[in-house]
T-cell receptor
Framework: EPEVTQTPSHQVTQMGQEVILRCVPISNHLYFYWYRQILGQKVEFLVSFYNNEISEKSEIFDDQFSVERPDGSNFTLKIRSTKLEDSAMYFC??????????FGPGTRLTVT | GQQLNQSPQSMFIQEGEDVSMNCTSSSIFNTWLWYKQDPGEGPVLLIALYKAGELTSNGRLTAQFGITRKDSFLNISASIPSDVGIYFCAGQSQGGSEKLVFGKGTKLTVNP
């Protein structure tokens, strides 16, 4: 069964550093998303991406964040200058219809 | 912003018992989805509901989309130890927004 994959599984970085989180969505899906989950809390929407552009973003997704689909298979989330409060699990999701969204296993980002 | 109130926050049950959890919202949702999350993993889609009043089953799981479109419930029948995890409801609102708004989750513990 097709799956969303994410790398790395765990990323430790120092405050102020740039990080890139990578995702390979399910191959025939057209809608892509990033969510985050601070430890013990609910999943929060960051951004959605369709037809090579951002379709919606949340207040969390400020100028420090960017997304890119550099080729036909990868979808990346970049945080330019990480802050302590960026520490969280980051989930990539994809959808064929924009409704049923399938999540990857997540990247745990730890900012020290 | 939109919020989903999910209850109960946690449940401790014996193997074989039935379980019920629900989500309510002050605003209308077009779609309700239920996810299960195991520790350190991404949310796994269990059931998607598309129409008010819809009742859908997936094995021992049954979910309903409330008539008012402001609530949904999930039932698990004859629970087994592998049902342990956190169950999240998620909704998509009107207006074509694809983002999922998540509840805070119900943590289920099943005692063998």
């Amino acid at each position: 069964e097709p799956e969303v994959t994410q790398t790395p599984s765990h990323q430790v970085t120092q405050m102020g550093q740039e990080v890139i989180l990578r995702c390979v969505p399910i191959s025939n899906h057209l809608y892509f998303y990033w969510y985050r989950q601070i430890l013990g809390q609910k999943v929060e929407f960051l951004v959605s991406f369709y037809n090579n552009e951002i379709s919606e973003k949340s207040e969390i997704f400020d100028d420090q964040f960017s997304v890119e689909r550099p080729d036909g298979s990868n979808f990346t989330l970049k945080i330019r200058s990480t802050k302590l409060e960026d520490s969280a699990m980051y989930f990539c999701a994809s959808s064929g219809t924009g409704v049923e969204q399938y999540f990857g296993p997540g990247t745990r980002l730890t900012v020290t | 912003g939109q919020q989903l109130n999910q209850s109960p926050q946690s449940m401790f049950i014996q193997e074989g018992e039935d379980v019920s959890m629900n989500c309510t919202s002050s605003s209308i949702f077009n779609t309700w989805l239920w996810y299960k999350q195991d520790p350190g993993e991404g949310p796994v889609l269990l059931i998607a509901l598309y129409k008010a009043g819809e009742l859908t089953s997936n094995g021992r799981l049954t979910a309903q989309f409330g008539i008012t479109r402001k609530d949904s419930f999930l039932n698990i029948s004859a629970s087994i130890p592998s049902d342990v995890g956190i169950y999240f409801c998620a909704g998509q609102s009107q207006g074509g927004s694809e983002k999922l708004v998540f509840g805070k989750g119900t943590k289920l513990t099943v005692n063998p």
